[in-house]
C-alpha cells in the first residue's frame, strides 16, 4: 500500500509541475495575442487572448489539485472536488466570454458554436467531479469499516 501511495505522490508532483509550465506558457501566448490586438481584429484576437488566460488559470487551479494529492496521497477530497468543479466553471465563463466578444463579428450561433470545445471540457470535468464525489464516498465508507 505505501508503494502505491509513493507513486500516486511522485506522479501527482510530476503533473502538478507540467500544469504550472503550461499555465506559464498560456499566460505568454495571452500576452502576446493580446500585443497583437492593436494590429488585427480587435474583439477576435482579444477573445483569444482571454481564452489563453482562463486556460492558465485553469491549469493553475489543476497544480494545486495535483500539488494537494501530492501532500496528502488522497485525491478523494472535498477541497479536489470542489477545485475540479472550479475548472468546470472556468470553462463556461470561457465559452460566455467567446460568445459575448466574437458574438457581434460572428454572429451569436456561430460564436456559440465556436465555444463548443469549452462546453465540452465544461460538462467532462463537472463529470470528473461526480467521479471523484463517488470516490470519496466509497473512501469514506472503506475507511469506516477498517
Not at 461526480?130 to 470516490?135: K, N, T, V
Request: hydrophobic share 55%; charged share 15%.
Amino acid at each position: 500500500m505505501n508503494k502505491n501511495i509513493s507513486i500516486i505522490k511522485r506522479s501527482s508532483l510530476v503533473i502538478a509541475i507540467l500544469s504550472l509550465l503550461g499555465a506559464a506558457m498560456y499566460v505568454v501566448a495571452g500576452i502576446s495575442v493580446e500585443r497583437m490586438s492593436a494590429t488585427l481584429l480587435r474583439n477576435y484576437i482579444s477573445a483569444v487572448g482571454i481564452g489563453y488566460f482562463i486556460n492558465a488559470a485553469a491549469l493553475a487551479v489543476a497544480a494545486l489539485i495535483f500539488f494537494r494529492i501530492f501532500r496528502s496521497g488522497r485525491p478523494f477530497t472535498r477541497g479536489n472536488i470542489w477545485a475540479v468543479r472550479g475548472i468546470a466553471g472556468f470553462f463556461i465563463v470561457k465559452c460566455l466570454i467567446q460568445a459575448v466578444l466574437e458574438g457581434k463579428d460572428l454572429g451569436i450561433f456561430k460564436a456559440v458554436i465556436a465555444g463548443g470545445d469549452s462546453i465540452f471540457f465544461a460538462v467532462l470535468f463537472l463529470v470528473i467531479a461526480e467521479i471523484l464525489r463517488y470516490g470519496r464516498l466509497l473512501q469514506t465508507e472503506s475507511d469506516e469499516t477498517l
